[in-house]
């Protein structure tokens, strides 16, 4: 395949797929530059390695999406620990009170429990897929979604509708 197909075919999904990619971004940060820096990212990593993943270059551009969102949240927490300034800036656009629930509530989580929670709900990926895309095994998929759950139903009561009362 000549260079300029590669290219074009690489243009064409990230035209495609950004707006998805970028909302999928958004619920792992929670913040709009944030989100749009991670999907830059994973179209970075994505256009370096295209010739091996062209075929299906979905999977693994949202892997680099939860690999990288994990990191950052690592890097952020040291620089916490370690008492540097951080960045962290409040979205503006947001104004549907369900909408800012959300948000917060997934703010609760651990950035592998929100990972996990928004592949299978939002992404609507089963067990097995997500543990795939993760990169850990199955049953870590069922203990992160567990914790995820019973964290908001018991720091996020107000959610309740949305995450059931009791089931996992």
Not at 53 to 79: A, D, F, Q
Not at 85 to 114: C, K, N, P, W, Y
Request: proline share 3%.
């Amino acid at each position: 395949m000549s260079p300029v197909t590669g290219e074009a075919a690489f243009r064409e999904f990230a035209t495609a797929r950004t707006p998805a990619l970028m909302r999928t971004a958004f619920l792992l940060t929670r913040d709009h530059q944030l989100a749009e820096d991670l999907v830059q990212t994973a179209l970075f990593k994505a256009v370096k390695a295209w010739e091996r993943i062209e075929r299906n270059p979905e999977g693994y551009v949202r892997r680099i999406l939860y690999t990288e969102s994990v990191s950052w949240r690592r890097r952020r927490r040291l620089k916490e620990a370690l008492g540097e300034d951080q960045d962290v800036s409040a979205s503006s656009e947001v104004d549907v009170d369900l909408q800012v629930s959300l948000e917060r509530a997934l703010g609760l989580l651990t950035a592998r429990q929100r990972a996990v929670l928004v592949l299978r709900y939002y992404e609507d990926l089963t067990e097995v897929a997500t543990a795939q895309t993760l990169g850990i095994a199955p049953g870590t998929v069922k203990s992160l979604h567990r914790q995820a759950l019973q964290r908001l139903r018991t720091r996020a009561p107000h959610l309740g509708e949305l995450i059931g009362a009791g089931h996992d």
